[in-house]
């Protein structure tokens, strides 16, 4: 290998490093939860997206660092490259490195476990911050503290600081305090009473809740996304929490009096103007932007709305959703019980004839919104006029 | 994003254990040249950024070829071409001694040692 390749490698080495350190930064800034700047990325759920690609191309491009480093040195003999990578060599400096290294590895591995419950998957998410700044620690080791590495790391720590201080901690968020609950078929419905600032919510948004302690209850205190499904007066919320994992399982026995902190509101998912005609699109616990919406008020614009559910008995609002269709005369109100084959929906989506002329708003599952978006781009239905929540939002 | 990540993470392992395999089978670089022998006089006579020797711990260095490449700016270390460096390579006048790496680098450039008699 000549001269001129072996400086190539060094410098690529040298500038994966950094621009691996940058990537890093990036992605910590969209993991900062605040309603303005999930505003300005389109959405949390876009933010998110874009925080794992950031993540992991910061991965792929810190695994070439090292190895690029090490091959630049194969003029001068193989004893050499590992002699530069070695994590006992300059310690601590290489052994910061791969520390960091190694808590990116595994906080991503383990990000990638499907089965991982809520509470276990945020510890083992959690160590991807301590390894970023112990990343940054042996990048200043070496290069010094200066400007670069000043710009490198203060971004990081502000969003790691914030992100604890304002979105996770037990004091982030806002106080609320359960005012009222009622027992709905395998679901709590709960509404939240402010204990100051209130949250400003609209129809079709929703908010980061965490229960705390109240008479005979001790919540989990972990900041879950569920969707507003009423604002009452004196702006009390009403939420409609499904027993779905271990933390959730346990709001099912809360009490009036309970502490609760509320973060938000995130979310434009019912926010369209215009005045093209609606369809909105509703599948078991996605029935909650949309109940929203009709306490509210008057449905404005003529919409379908279909409401897909297991079976009559535990579709949740479902008397007072044809209730409200009988007395709003724009709304034209289609149920439909679903089990595993979605067929059936797609046939009542099929015989509706404007549809690429219409505002469409999808909330449910992730595999009964994939199904519904790809019929919906089937009959050419603009991308722009489609608007989904998915139920499945790890924050 | 999960089959990138493992094959990604595979790849890198496998390279790692190689390197550390050969790293701590072979013998450590080895110059063979013959070493020419100069007096501190012969050293000052290249004092120029584009002709610049070094001494440092003893050997003299040429690196004129090297000074484009450092990574701080030329005129730090062009400041010592002629003359006796090896406090300023040790602490890098703050404290801060170079890397294995650099140390691995310096000897390529190595082209003799200081004649004390001379």
Same mark, same amino acid.
């Given at each position: 290998?000549?001269?001129?390749?072996?400086?190539?490698?060094?410098?690529?080495?040298?500038?994966?490093?950094?621009?691996? @350190?940058?990537?890093?930064?990036?992605?910590?800034?969209?993991?900062?939860?605040?309603?303005?700047?999930?505003?300005?990325?389109?959405?949390?759920?876009?933010?998110?997206?874009?925080?794992?690609?950031?993540?992991?191309?910061?991965?792929?491009?810190?695994?070439?660092?090292?190895?690029?480093?090490?091959?630049?040195?194969?003029?001068?003999?193989?004893?050499?490259?590992?002699?530069?990578?070695?994590?006992?060599?300059?310690?601590?400096?290489?052994?910061?490195?791969?520390?960091?290294?190694?808590? *990116?590895?595994?906080?991503?591995?383990?990000?990638?476990?499907?089965?991982?419950?809520?509470?276990?998957?945020?510890?083992?998410?959690?160590?991807?911050?301590?390894?970023?700044?112990?990343?940054?620690?042996?990048?200043?080791?070496?290069?010094?503290?200066?400007?670069?590495?000043?710009?490198?790391?203060?971004?990081?720590?502000?969003?790691?600081?914030?992100?604890?201080?304002?979105?996770?901690?037990?004091?982030?968020?806002?106080?609320?305090?359960?005012?009222?609950?009622?027992? *709905?078929?395998?679901?709590?419905?709960?509404?939240?009473?402010?204990?100051?600032?209130?949250?400003?919510?609209?129809?079709?948004?929703?908010?980061?809740?965490?229960?705390?302690?109240?008479?005979?209850?001790?919540?989990?205190?972990?900041?879950?996304?569920?969707?507003?499904?009423?604002?009452?007066?004196?702006?009390?919320?009403?939420?409609?929490?499904?027993?779905?994992?271990?933390?959730?399982?346990?709001?099912?026995?809360?009490?009036?009096?309970?502490?609760?902190?509320?973060?938000?509101?995130?979310?434009?998912?019912?926010?369209?103007?215009?005045?093209?005609?609606?369809?909105?699109?509703?599948?078991?616990?996605?029935?909650?932007?949309?109940?929203?919406?009709?306490?509210? @008020?008057?449905?404005?614009?003529?919409?379908?709305?279909?409401?897909?559910?297991?079976?009559?008995?535990?579709?949740?609002?479902?008397?007072?959703?044809?209730?409200?269709?009988?007395?709003?005369?724009? *709304?034209?109100?289609?149920?439909?019980?679903?089990?595993?084959?979605?067929?059936?929906?797609?046939?009542?989506?099929?015989?509706?004839?404007?549809?690429?002329?219409?505002?469409?708003?999808?909330?449910?599952?992730?595999?009964?919104?994939?199904?519904?978006?790809?019929?919906?781009?089937?009959?050419?239905?603009?991308?722009?006029?489609?608007?989904?929540?998915?139920?499945? *939002?790890?924050? | 994003?999960?089959?990138?990540?493992?094959?990604?993470?595979?790849?890198?392992?496998?390279?790692?254990?190689?390197?550390?395999?050969?790293?701590?089978?072979?013998?450590?670089?080895?110059?063979?040249?013959?070493?020419?022998?100069?007096?501190?006089?012969?050293?000052?006579?290249?004092? !120029?950024?584009?002709?610049?020797?070094?001494?440092?711990?003893?050997?003299?260095?040429?690196?004129?070829?090297?000074?484009?490449?450092?990574?701080?700016?030329?005129?730090?270390?062009?400041?010592?071409?002629?003359? !006796?460096?090896?406090?300023?390579? !040790?602490?890098?006048?703050?404290?801060?001694?170079?890397?294995?790496?650099?140390? !691995?680098?310096?000897?390529?450039?190595?082209?003799?040692?200081?004649?004390?008699?001379?």
């Amino acid at each position: 290998m000549d001269e001129h390749a072996s400086e190539f490698l060094r410098q690529t080495g040298i500038w994966a490093g950094w621009l691996g @350190g940058v990537l890093l930064n990036a992605s910590l800034v969209l993991m900062v939860r605040e309603p303005l700047l999930a505003r300005m990325f389109g959405g949390l759920e876009r933010m998110y997206r874009w925080h794992h690609r950031f993540g992991m191309a910061a991965y792929l491009i810190l695994l070439v660092h090292p190895i690029a480093l090490v091959a630049a040195t194969w003029p001068t003999g193989s004893s050499t490259g590992w002699q530069l990578i070695s994590p006992v060599t300059a310690f601590p400096n290489n052994a910061l490195g791969w520390i960091g290294l190694g808590g *990116l590895m595994a906080g991503l591995a383990a990000s990638f476990i499907g089965r991982l419950s809520y509470s276990s998957w945020r510890k083992s998410h959690a160590v991807l911050g301590p390894a970023v700044l112990l990343g940054y620690a042996h990048a200043a080791a070496y290069s010094g503290v200066s400007i670069g590495t000043a710009l490198l790391v203060l971004p990081a720590l502000l969003s790691l600081i914030w992100r604890n201080l304002r979105a996770d901690g037990i004091r982030a968020g806002e106080p609320y305090e359960v005012a009222s609950v009622a027992s *709905l078929p395998d679901t709590m419905e709960v509404t939240l009473r402010p204990l100051t600032t209130p949250l400003n919510v609209v129809p079709g948004q929703f908010v980061m809740a965490a229960f705390f302690d109240g008479p005979d209850f001790h919540g989990c205190g972990e900041f879950h996304p569920y969707t507003v499904c009423g604002v009452h007066a004196h702006d009390e919320l009403v939420l409609a929490i499904k027993r779905l994992g271990d933390c959730t399982q346990h709001i099912q026995s809360v009490h009036r009096g309970t502490a609760v902190r509320l973060h938000g509101p995130f979310g434009t998912f019912l926010q369209t103007r215009g005045d093209r005609r609606s369809l909105w699109i509703a599948g078991g616990m996605g029935i909650a932007p949309f109940i929203a919406a009709l306490r509210a @008020g008057n449905v404005r614009r003529q919409t379908e709305f279909i409401y897909s559910y297991r079976s009559e008995k535990d579709a949740l609002y479902l008397s007072e959703v044809i209730d409200q269709a009988t007395r709003q005369p724009l *709304l034209r109100f289609h149920g439909l019980e679903l089990q595993e084959d979605l067929q059936p929906l797609v046939s009542v989506l099929q015989r509706i004839e404007d549809l690429p002329t219409r505002d469409i708003h999808v909330c449910g599952p992730p595999p009964m919104v994939d199904a519904v978006a790809k019929e919906l781009a089937a009959r050419g239905v603009p991308r722009s006029q489609i608007h989904y929540e998915k139920l499945d *939002l790890r924050t | 994003m999960k089959i990138l990540y493992v094959a990604a993470t595979l790849a890198f392992w496998l390279s790692v254990a190689t390197l550390w395999i050969i790293g701590t089978k072979s013998a450590p670089y080895r110059t063979t040249q013959v070493l020419n022998r100069y007096a501190d006089t012969d050293v000052a006579r290249h004092a !120029e950024p584009d002709d610049c020797w070094m001494t440092i711990a003893g050997k003299v260095y040429d690196l004129s070829g090297y000074l484009p490449q450092h990574p701080t700016s030329t005129s730090v270390i062009a400041d010592w071409c002629g003359k !006796e460096a090896t406090n300023a390579f !040790e602490t890098k006048n703050a404290d801060q001694p170079h890397s294995p790496y650099a140390r !691995e680098l310096l000897r390529r450039y190595e082209i003799g040692v200081v004649d004390q008699v001379k």
